[in-house]
């Protein structure tokens, strides 16, 4: 019996991309944010509001990208920034992710096309994190540096031994 080359292939691409993810784990250098550009930042926040009312905020804002945003854990609110600069695209955030398990979720974000625009650690050792489409990461993290004084994480590759 022989194999089609045509349906043996992509099998075999598929494989060796899970074969190589299986190898890498990025290892997160957080976002930094900077003090000096605070007063800029201040004004273009949203009011603090629940999880729940961000997410549906972000659906009505049909020209605005979500950009930014800060949590307060304690009191289970979020404030957040919004651009009409930037093409809208998908994005996804992540605000009370322990420290210890950020590495996990990058990974898995990175499995089906999400990349990190910024990761920020707290005092608190929690994490937030947005994440966009790999086309779109570059042009907010250039617009989150110049604009708002937020740099981008730096993501390691190392080989599990």
């Known amino acids: 019996m022989r194999l089609s080359l045509t ?9 060796a991309s899970l074969v190589r993810a299986a190898e890498e784990l990025h290892l997160v250098k957080p976002s930094r944010v900077s003090a000096a550009k605070k007063k800029e930042r201040e004004p273009l926040f949203t009011p603090w509001m629940t999880f729940e009312e961000l997410n549906g905020l972000v659906n009505t804002k049909r020209d605005e990208q979500l950009i930014y945003f800060e949590a307060d854990n304690e009191k289970e609110l979020l ?3 919004f651009t009409k600069d930037l093409k809208k695209t998908p ?5 009370k992710l322990a420290h210890d398990n950020v590495d996990i979720q990058i990974n898995a974000r990175l499995q089906i096309g999400s990349h ?18 790999e086309d779109a990461v570059a042009a907010a993290q250039k617009y989150l540096e110049e604009k708002l004084g937020v740099e981008a994480p730096v993501l390691e590759k190392k080989k599990k031994r």
Do not use: K, S
């Not at 043996?8 to 494989?15: E, N, R």
């Not at 608190?124 to 966009?132: K, S």
């Open 7 to 15: 349906l043996l292939l992509p099998l075999l691409l598929a494989t």
């Open 116 to 133: 990190p625009v910024f990761v920020i650690l707290d005092r608190a050792g929690n994490c937030r994190i947005l994440y966009m489409q």
């Open 79 to 81: 404030r957040a920034i």
């Open 91 to 95: 994005a996804g955030y992540t605000h």
